[in-house]
């Protein structure tokens, strides 16, 4: 048992490259030390603490920072789904994918999962398609999101909290197909996450990871830089 929790919190990171609709993508970089994650862009890192339950959202060009706890994004989800038409019944298939059975992703040979989430009224589908394969390390983040989602549900521990809250009818299926999602063997490389109406396509998210790297996360990445100023914070 000791052994399993020495693992379970060591040292990871890697990069993604997030795109949303098409827009321009985002590069992020997320650093894992125990129980905090760092998830670190251009200007900005925000430090996840699972042990305290608070997000700290450092801005380097202004110099300041924010504490947000736990529970202030949780009643934005709670609140943003209770006022949102509710899709319930939701049904989850998980199959391989259709075309063929790998493929190479850089240096990688990653293979096809899909999976499908169908609300009962038919009026909301999401579907996740992802490219697997072996990374070791990648188990921390597994962890790491099953630790937040029991907190702030599968959404917000993916990176898809904002997200979430403009889709907020698709929440509880968001969290049923992400929770199995994370069950998947392997790192998700390559990823789309769709979510539409039998009319039209409401949402398309790209992720791809990549720049993989265990040992020693620098304690740095996650600590308030001295000198820098707190200020209130608020859910984006």
């Not at 509710?86 to 994918?97: A, D, I, K, L, M």
């Amino acid at each position: 048992m000791l052994l399993f929790c020495a693992v379970a919190r060591a040292d990871f990171s890697y990069q993604s490259r997030v795109q949303i609709n098409g827009s321009e993508p985002v590069t992020v970089t997320r650093a894992i030390k125990g129980l905090r994650m760092a998830i670190l862009t251009h200007k900005h890192t925000e430090v996840i603490d699972l042990d305290s339950q608070t997000i700290t959202d450092i801005d380097y060009s202004k110099k300041t920072y924010a504490v947000i706890p736990f529970a202030t994004w949780k009643k934005a989800l709670d609140d943003a789904a209770a006022h949102a038409p509710r899709e319930t019944g939701f049904r989850v298939s998980t199959r391989p994918g259709g075309g063929s059975a790998s493929k190479p992703i850089g240096i990688l040979n990653a293979a096809e999962s899909v999976i499908d989430m169908a609300g009962a009224s038919g009026a909301l589908n999401i579907n996740i398609d992802t490219w697997l394969e072996t990374i070791p390390g990648y188990e921390q983040m597994h962890d790491f999101i099953d630790r937040l989602a029991a907190k702030l549900g599968y959404p917000f521990a993916a990176g898809l909290g904002q997200q979430a809250l403009r889709v907020p009818d698709s929440l509880p299926g968001l969290d049923a197909a992400i929770k199995q999602w994370n069950q998947s063997v392997g790192a998700p490389i390559d990823t789309t996450i769709r979510i539409a109406s039998p009319q039209k396509s409401i949402m398309e998210v790209s992720i791809h990871l990549g720049k993989f790297g265990g040992g020693a996360q620098q304690a740095a990445l996650f600590n308030v830089p001295d000198g820098f100023k707190k200020v209130d914070g608020s859910v984006p």
